[in-house]
């Protein structure tokens, strides 16, 4: 039996958080604990401990122990006209929450996506061209917000991306640099900075990210 863990560590502005999480393989599902940083600083507990049932690519089942709190997961694709569809299907039992989700892909460099809260105006919908497998434009239009996101990214080395946002409604301008490596783990820093202030003081924040196989 193979058991993967993963950690991750955040640090945002003056906090640090942690989130770690172990995972096996029991047939074709997938068996996950997830804990947090509150699970085991002020002593063994059930704060911030998740579990989770899942198979790859049909569903997966999430239980929040300290909030009795149930969260499920749908997916499936379908083809129209020879494309595929990926569908999901979320709920959130607590807040009585339900998201849609949808993606096609035209081609290898063209994608259409949407997401959809049920009962709501919570609306968006997205664009995404691929150029090379270098860099990716990806436009999105909030229907609530009646406004417009942006998003650049550009693969610098093999395993570098640098990405710059902008969100139109409240201003905010933001730049992350990720990488993703099998060797070293990966990591992600952000900065980000509300042109709406009048003081424009960026906000950084980090995190890093080990992945291990027992």
């Given at each position: 039996?193979?058991?993967?863990?993963?950690?991750?560590?955040?640090?945002?502005?003056?906090?640090?958080?942690?989130?770690?999480?172990v995972a096996f393989n029991a047939g074709d599902v997938k068996l996950r604990a997830t804990m947090t940083d509150a699970t085991v600083v002020a002593g063994p507990s059930l704060n911030g401990l998740s579990l989770a049932v899942e198979k790859p690519g049909f569903f997966i089942v999430e239980y929040n122990v300290p909030k009795k709190d149930v969260r499920f997961q749908f997916m499936n694709t379908v083809r129209i006209a020879e494309k595929p569809l990926n569908l999901t299907y979320i709920h959130n039992r607590g807040d009585n929450r339900t998201i849609l989700e949808g993606s096609l892909a035209i081609d290898s460099a063209n994608k259409f996506s949407a997401n959809y809260m049920v009962g709501t105006n919570n609306c968006k919908l997205k664009y995404t061209y691929a150029h090379g497998g270098i860099a990716t434009f990806e436009p999105s239009y909030d229907l609530a917000k009646n406004a417009w996101d942006f998003a650049v990214s550009r693969k610098i080395y093999d395993d570098d991306v640098v990405k710059a946002t902008y969100q139109t409604s409240s201003k905010m301008l933001g730049l992350e640099w990720t990488r993703n490596s099998k060797m070293n783990g990966s990591f992600k820093v952000c900065a980000s900075m509300n042109l709406a202030e009048e003081v424009k003081s960026p906000k950084l924040s980090a995190e890093t990210t080990w992945n291990l196989e027992i």
């Amino acid at each position: 039996m193979v058991m993967k863990a993963s950690f991750k560590g955040k640090y945002d502005g003056d906090k640090t958080s942690g989130v770690g999480s172990v995972a096996f393989n029991a047939g074709d599902v997938k068996l996950r604990a997830t804990m947090t940083d509150a699970t085991v600083v002020a002593g063994p507990s059930l704060n911030g401990l998740s579990l989770a049932v899942e198979k790859p690519g049909f569903f997966i089942v999430e239980y929040n122990v300290p909030k009795k709190d149930v969260r499920f997961q749908f997916m499936n694709t379908v083809r129209i006209a020879e494309k595929p569809l990926n569908l999901t299907y979320i709920h959130n039992r607590g807040d009585n929450r339900t998201i849609l989700e949808g993606s096609l892909a035209i081609d290898s460099a063209n994608k259409f996506s949407a997401n959809y809260m049920v009962g709501t105006n919570n609306c968006k919908l997205k664009y995404t061209y691929a150029h090379g497998g270098i860099a990716t434009f990806e436009p999105s239009y909030d229907l609530a917000k009646n406004a417009w996101d942006f998003a650049v990214s550009r693969k610098i080395y093999d395993d570098d991306v640098v990405k710059a946002t902008y969100q139109t409604s409240s201003k905010m301008l933001g730049l992350e640099w990720t990488r993703n490596s099998k060797m070293n783990g990966s990591f992600k820093v952000c900065a980000s900075m509300n042109l709406a202030e009048e003081v424009k003081s960026p906000k950084l924040s980090a995190e890093t990210t080990w992945n291990l196989e027992i």
